[in-house]
């Protein structure tokens, strides 16, 4: 019943849903057609409003990309592909590499949401050709479903945008909600739970998606030859090096700018102890790539490939930001929060809250991007509410992720790394949403921050 209902969804995602682009710019129009029927303002003070927030998260946009191109690098260096290699050849059958490549994508997503993502794409290819070496059937689609169901649990872990950005002084909220500290959003009973639920039950969600052997489907031929092909390699100094050419591949230039870097995060850590923010993520994972590819010419060779990996980020973050500016100056911000508080009761405003996230992300599917959407309507019904920042940014952020599975925006690198296209996966993917669905609800509704 789950398949089916999966392979409907499926269906329905790949027809109706568009690039989230082109949803970003309907958003745009929509908000700003609200603005003068519903908070009665003029068009052009709706275009004043609409501009005065287009450039205001450009500080914000260029964190988010470094966190996917930073994760990417360090998921691409030698040393984790020779250990990813290792870890495929684990499994003896399709069930338990499902059950592995899932487990290694909940828990790395608790990491960092980046690095799960190419990471388990990366291990859901080398074990797909384990297994076909072997000439053991195995159902590729779920395999890679498994690879994609980290993009579902993330955001309570240290990776998360909207408990990063609530814990870097200057954010946007500030003046609402203050500076909340990554501790506190990440260590409460509610995010603990849910978190260690998350990272356990969904690879049995996956194996109970499972096709009987003689229903597993056949590989087309273009995923079979993205199998088949060997790795291109570029790595080392070229023959007759120049002395740039020795600069670019020099271990100790690369070493001693790695040292520079890690002296300072030790020293952020040795000072103010857990105190997480977007700037301190990123400078974790930028010099720990830098330290793992050996050289600078290596490490900027791994930025250039994980770099179209964030064009989405560059091209819809200012309208994102332009939409936020126009809900939060024109109005809407309080007759929208004012609608939630209406139709909720304290019992039921968290359940409200992670609903409405999990619809909004089928349009906004990033979780910054959504935050700069929501956030500010979140926050004003939190507060009419009297209820509590945290959980309201929590509901946020697990709505975020949670119709993740049935939205493939974020597959885009890994259908590109394993070769699958969204119909083999998506199906799966909203199968094992569904059967998380009770895991979030639960959480929302009976646990306390």
């Known amino acids: 019943m789950v398949r089916k209902m999966g392979d409907f969804l499926t269906k329905l995602s790949l027809k109706y849903i568009p690039d989230p682009s082109i949803f970003a710019v309907i958003l745009t129009f929509i908000s700003f057609l609200l603005g003068m029927f519903i908070a009665k303002n003029t068009a052009m003070q709706m275009v004043i409003n609409w501009y005065k927030g287009f450039w205001s998260l450009l500080t914000f946009s260029m964190q988010m990309a470094l966190m996917v191109i930073t994760a990417s690098a360090i998921a691409n260096a030698p040393l984790a592909k020779k250990w990813i290699r290792g870890l495929a050849n684990v499994p003896k059958n399709s069930a338990q590499a499902v059950f592995m490549v899932t487990l290694v994508s909940t828990a790395s997503a608790m990491i960092h949401w980046g690095l799960s993502l190419i990471l388990a794409s990366l291990l859901a290819k080398e074990v797909a050709r384990s297994l076909k070496m072997k000439k053991i059937p195995f159902e590729y689609g779920l395999i890679g479903a498994g690879a994609y169901i980290g993009q579902m649990v993330w955001h309570g872990g240290p990776s998360a945008s909207i408990g990063l950005l609530i814990a870097t002084p200057g954010h946007f909220l500030e003046d609402v909600i203050g500076v909340i500290p990554m501790s506190e959003y990440m260590f409460n009973p509610m995010n603990i739970i849910l978190g260690i639920a998350l990272v356990i039950l969904p690879p049995f969600f996956a194996v109970m998606l499972h096709p009987?052997?003689?229903?597993?489907?056949?590989?087309?031929?273009?995923?079979?030859?993205?199998?088949?092909?060997?790795?291109i390699v570029h790595d080392g100094i070229p023959e007759n090096p120049t002395i740039g050419d020795r600069l670019n591949h020099s271990r100790i230039i690369n070493m001693l700018l790695g040292l520079l870097g890690t002296v300072y995060i030790v020293y952020h850590f040795a000072t103010k102890g857990f105190n997480l923010n977007l700037?301190?993520?990123?400078?974790?994972?930028?010099?720990?790539?830098?330290?793992?590819?050996?050289?600078?010419?290596?490490?900027?060779?791994?930025?250039?490939?994980?770099?179209?990996?964030?064009?989405?980020?560059?091209?819809?973050?200012?309208?994102?930001?332009?939409?936020?500016?126009?809900?939060?100056?024109?109005?809407?911000?309080?007759?929208?929060?004012?609608?939630?508080?209406?139709?909720?009761?304290?019992?039921?405003?968290?359940?409200?809250?992670?609903?409405?996230?999990?619809?909004?992300?089928?349009?906004?599917?990033?979780?910054?991007?959504?935050?700069?959407?929501?956030?500010?309507?979140?926050?004003?019904?939190?507060?009419?509410?009297?209820?509590?920042?945290?959980?309201?940014?929590?509901?946020?952020?697990?709505?975020?992720?949670?119709?993740?599975?049935?939205?493939?925006?974020?597959?885009?690198?890994?259908?590109?790394?394993?070769?699958?296209?969204?119909?083999?996966?998506?199906?799966?993917?909203?199968?094992?949403?569904?059967?998380?669905?009770?895991?979030?609800?639960?959480?929302?509704?009976?646990?306390?921050?």
């Not at 009987?212 to 790795?231: F, G, H, N, R, S």
């Not at 209820?387 to 946020?396: D, G, H, P, Q, R």
Request: one cysteine or more; proline letters at 4%.
């Open 279 to 449: 700037d301190i993520v990123n400078s974790v994972f930028l010099f720990a790539g830098i330290f793992l590819h050996g050289t600078v010419a290596n490490y900027v060779r791994a930025v250039k490939n994980a770099a179209s990996g964030v064009s989405g980020i560059i091209f819809q973050f200012p309208l994102y930001a332009g939409i936020m500016g126009m809900i939060q100056y024109s109005g809407l911000v309080d007759i929208f929060a004012q609608g939630i508080v209406n139709i909720s009761t304290p019992f039921t405003f968290p359940l409200w809250t992670f609903l409405s996230a999990s619809l909004v992300n089928l349009f906004v599917p990033s979780g910054g991007g959504q935050w700069a959407v929501q956030g500010p309507i979140a926050m004003k019904s939190a507060a009419m509410m009297n209820a509590s920042f945290i959980k309201t940014a929590l509901c946020v952020a697990y709505g975020n992720t949670w119709t993740n599975m049935f939205q493939p925006f974020w597959a885009i690198a890994l259908l590109g790394i394993t070769g699958l296209k969204a119909r083999d996966i998506i199906g799966y993917s909203s199968g094992v949403m569904l059967l998380s669905g009770i895991l979030f609800i639960a959480a929302v509704l009976f646990l306390p921050v």
């Open 212 to 231: 009987k052997e003689q229903d597993i489907k056949p590989i087309e031929a273009d995923t079979l030859a993205v199998l088949d092909a060997d790795e």
